[in-house]
């Protein structure tokens, strides 16, 4: 059941003023070593990502309203809000905070007001704070501008007022006319004052001024300001830059006037904010905060102008899917689509949801099997980042449509088997391409993304598609290199990516049980991996090693008694004793595989390690792993031993009465009557009498026989009737002799008594005349005469 005191609505103020819902989940507090202190942690109660986490600062003032709010400040301008469902997780999460900055949990601020509302003092004073008077926009007064321009900047009231006049007074028009004066007649000192007034300005992170400036009939001009930098010997030319070297390809045509206009201004605007502008320090990083949320918005409002344009898409695809569309035509389609999944990324998650179902509709997948199999580096690598893309949100819908393929498609042109063939022919000498397909496979393949997926059979059918059609082309290069010895190849390029298949399928290995045993001991695949222990590169060795390394750590008695009949420690041990004792990491690994066969007290994969290479490994004394190995597998043996010889020596009677008492006929505790108290003193008794001869010992055991036989037929008869012998009850492997049938029970009150029930040996004592240990008794003959004798 979920824990509802934790559960909170986290909210963020929004630069209207208004609080923004940034969803629902769970909060807790815990030690976070990357940011070196304890934070409030929120992850989404939907699909468990991280909504928020914040370091519990020891200035921050946090303010505890209503009885489930809890309020603070991150930064300039950035405030946020926790909303508990009730009131006791609030107090528990108030604890923390107040635990951490010192404080008493009944304060409803954690720090005092001066100190908290240093920026709330200047919004209080804004109204009171003078207009800000500019100096006239002519060339002369340009140091002045900048001076007083860049003075305004300590004081967020300031800022305000400075932003209000440059807005009523139309400055940034008249700056960007001395711009083009001071470049006509050459002003370098004044241009390096009009750089430094635009950087200044862009500081102001005010979204009114970056409007006008960001206009198609000014942002040349901003981006020609920002060209002057003083700490440079000569300008940049970003505007050659923008107007002739970069090139806007459309690979639909776009009708729409809006959609391209923005999608010129967010261009430009990016690259003001990633190439133009200096790098801002980190006391700077958060005032080009609405610069970076005026592109978010732009990408948001692009890819919903896209979806809303009908015919735009479904042409895109159309032509994407034609065979006779040519290569580069067919790459500045995909290029386009990449950077349309590159804005869906700023889109919230019900959108991107919606973003993407209507990719797939229009037949993404199906096109990105003919894309990544283009010899095109540009188009494969687009093709790649769009399926990460598509993976990373939703691996259910890739999943379904692979199954979809399962009877209608060749295995070759699956996609699955598509993205493993482009992982195993990347040419890239880094394999980035590689690295990158592996990972969307290891996504996958993940059963942990599996378990809240509508269809609930998806884990298993997903498996076993992939266990029958996919397999098989994944380890193929690792088959092909390893048919001797030594592997066959040794090259970087094939190393690298045999690398990557060691990785997956140790993957496989931790999160597969029953499908990837089959397919290890059905092809041998482990002891074609160990050849891979011969390689000269240590990286791949150290992976042959992982890989065994996962499948010991499952503690299978499966895989031990695979490893063992194919004698599979011979690869390690040889590694280990070329490696001759030198300190590294193949000789700490090795190390590690034998000390966790040790603690986990693995006792075939110990034994057989001792018995097989004991001899070997016994000259090792820099540790003493090998050494406790022995002396664990000695243990062993003392006890099977001491097992031996303990069901050796211990009668055949003495061995099943026992058994069956504690099994067969167990009943719930009692108090021993008179009777039995009785019985057990006569056997105290007995220990202080001589030992017993093997002919008494042998009596007695028939004693106790014959006392349980008839117990049991007491039980299956309660009336008075003949017995038949407690052998055939009792022992049914005995041999038979005639059963005499003269011997009546005639004590119906020993039924009403518990299974143990020895009284009846009292009985025949008495008749006897003799103690239940005597074996010089005529009722132990008598007995002998009426009971055949166990073998």
Not at 354 to 367: C, W
Not at 557 to 574: A, Q
């Amino acid at each position: 059941m979920t824990d509802t005191r934790r559960r909170v609505k986290l909210y963020a103020l929004n630069a209207d003023r208004q609080w923004d819902d940034r969803g629902t989940g769970h909060v807790s507090s815990c030690y976070v070593e990357r940011l070196k202190g304890t934070s409030l942690l929120v992850r989404a109660e939907s699909d468990g990502t991280l909504l928020l986490e914040s370091k519990i600062q020891p200035d921050t003032a946090y303010q505890k309203q209503q009885d489930t709010l809890i309020v603070w400040s991150e930064g300039d301008n950035f405030d946020l809000a926790l909303s508990f469902q009730e009131k006791a997780g609030c107090d528990e999460i108030w604890e923390k905070i107040c635990q951490v900055q010192g404080k008493d949990p009944s304060v409803e601020i954690t720090q005092d007001i001066v100190e908290e509302s240093e920026d709330e003092r200047y919004d209080e004073m804004s109204d009171s704070v003078q207009p800000v008077e500019l100096p006239a926009c002519e060339m002369g007064r340009l140091e002045d501008i900048s001076e007083l321009v860049n003075n305004c900047l300590v004081s967020p009231a300031r800022k305000d007022k400075l932003a209000a006049a440059l807005e009523s007074h139309n400055y940034i028009k008249k700056l960007l006319n001395l711009f083009h004066m001071c470049e006509d007649i050459e002003n370098i000192e004044g241009l390096h004052h009009l750089f430094e007034i635009f950087k200044s300005i862009f500081l102001l992170n005010k979204n009114t001024l970056f409007e006008t400036m960001f206009s198609d009939d000014t942002i040349f001009d901003v981006v020609g300001c920002l060209e002057y930098d003083p700490s440079l010997p000569q300008p940049k030319k970003h505007r050659e830059y923008l107007r002739e070297l970069a090139k806007f390809r459309e690979a639909i045509p776009i009708k729409n006037k809006d959609l391209l206009a923005k999608i010129h201004q967010t261009y430009r605007v990016q690259y003001i904010q990633d190439i133009v502008l200096p790098t801002p320090t980190v006391f700077e990083d958060n005032l080009l905060s609405t610069l970076s949320s005026f592109i978010f918005f732009n990408k948001v409002e692009i890819v919903k102008l896209i979806e809303e344009d009908e015919r735009f898409l479904t042409d895109l695809f159309k032509l994407l899917m034609d065979d006779k569309t040519p290569d580069v035509k067919r790459r500045d389609l995909v290029l386009f689509l990449k950077e349309f999944c590159n804005f869906s990324q700023n889109l919230q998650p019900q959108d991107k949801d919606a973003f993407y179902k209507t990719l797939v509709s229009l037949g993404i997948l199906p096109a990105l099997e003919i894309t990544l199999s283009i010899d095109d580096q540009k188009t494969k690598t687009a093709s790649i980042d769009i399926l990460t893309y598509i993976v990373e949100f939703s691996p259910s819908v890739v999943r379904d449509y692979t199954l979809q393929q399962a009877n209608n498609t060749e295995e070759e042109q699956m996609l699955l088997n598509i993205v493993i063939e482009q992982m195993l022919r990347d040419r890239d000498p880094e394999l980035g391409g590689a690295v990158q397909l592996m990972g969307v496979l290891r996504i996958l393949l993940d059963p942990e993304s599996m378990l809240a997926s509508v269809n609930k059979s998806e884990k298993a059918d997903f498996l076993n598609f992939f266990y029958k059609h996919s397999i098989q082309t994944l380890i193929a290069p690792l088959l092909d290199n390893t048919t001797g010895e030594k592997p066959l190849k040794e090259d970087y390029h094939t190393v690298q990516l045999l690398g990557l298949v060691l990785e997956l399928l140790s993957f496989c290995v931790e999160h597969h049980t029953y499908h990837i045993k089959t397919c290890i001991l059905n092809k041998d695949l482990l002891r074609r991996i160990l050849v891979l222990m011969r390689s000269t590169h240590t990286f791949l060795v150290l992976g042959a090693l992982r890989f065994m390394r996962k499948i010991i750590a499952l503690k299978d008695e499966y895989y031990n008694r695979y490893i063992i009949k194919g004698n599979l420690f011979s690869p390690v041990i040889d590694a280990f004793l070329r490696n001759n004792g030198r300190y590294n990491l193949l000789d700490s690994a090795i190390l590690e595989l034998f000390e966790f066969i040790k603690l986990e007290d693995i006792k075939s994969l110990c034994s057989h390690v001792v018995e097989n290479y004991g001899k070997i490994l016994e000259d090792v004394e820099y540790v003493q792993t090998f050494k406790a190995l022995k002396t664990r597998y000695d243990q062993h043996q003392d006890k099977l031993k001491e097992r031996d010889r303990v069901s050796g020596s211990v009668g055949v009677a003495e061995a099943v009465v026992p058994s069956l008492l504690r099994t067969r006929y167990r009943r719930e505790a009692r108090q021993p009557d008179d009777e039995e108290e009785m019985w057990f003193n006569d056997e105290d008794e007995l220990e202080d009498e001589a030992p017993l001869d093997a002919a008494q010992t042998h009596a007695h055991a028939h004693h106790a026989l014959d006392a349980i036989g008839k117990i049991v037929e007491k039980k299956v008869c309660p009336s008075t009737e003949t017995v038949n012998g407690p052998s055939r009850v009792l022992l049914s492997a005995a041999p038979a002799k005639p059963a005499h049938t003269d011997v009546q029970v005639s004590t119906p009150r020993l039924l009403n008594k518990g299974l143990v029930d020895y009284d009846g040996d009292s009985d025949e004592e008495e008749e006897g005349g003799g103690t239940s240990g005597s074996g010089t008794s005529g009722a132990s003959e008598e007995r002998d005469a009426k009971r055949p004798r166990l073998a």
